[in-house]
């Protein structure tokens, strides 16, 4: 079966830095692209950075320089170091896959539980 399972989120003061991780497993032959969302009380969930197996990325406007987006395919995990973090980057974060072929079969889009990232004095 397989999971992702994400870490690493908590609470930070303004200014300050997290380091999510992400790790999937579940017999992976590869995935396509990871990549992070979030989502805030009330709002819709969005993009925050994205990453292909080849190494390209994306990023929303509104966390360009401060955070980025990183993967070892070896261990089919994503991370996003957020730093210069504001209380608008308070939300949700959830991990996802897309082109996702292990030996259980091919996942088009999967998703972790999430985890909490507050920013706050």
């Known amino acids: 079966q397989v999971q992702l399972v994400e870490s690493g989120g908590g609470l930070v003061q303004p200014g300050g830095s997290l380091r999510l991780s992400c790790a999937a497993s579940g017999s992976i032959f590869s995935i396509n692209a990871m990549g992070w969302y979030r989502q805030a009380p009330g709002k819709e969930r969005e993009l925050v950075a994205a990453i292909t197996s080849g190494g390209s990325t994306n990023y929303a406007d509104s966390v360009k320089g401060r955070f980025t987006i990183s993967r070892d395919n070896a261990k089919n995990t994503v991370y996003l170091q957020m730093n210069s973090l504001k209380p608008e980057d308070t939300a949700v974060y959830y991990c996802?896959?897309?082109?996702?072929?292990?030996?259980?079969?091919?996942?088009?889009?999967?998703w972790g539980q999430g985890t909490q990232v507050t920013v706050s004095s």
């Open positions: 996802n896959a897309e082109g996702l072929n292990s030996w259980y079969g091919f996942y088009p889009d999967s």
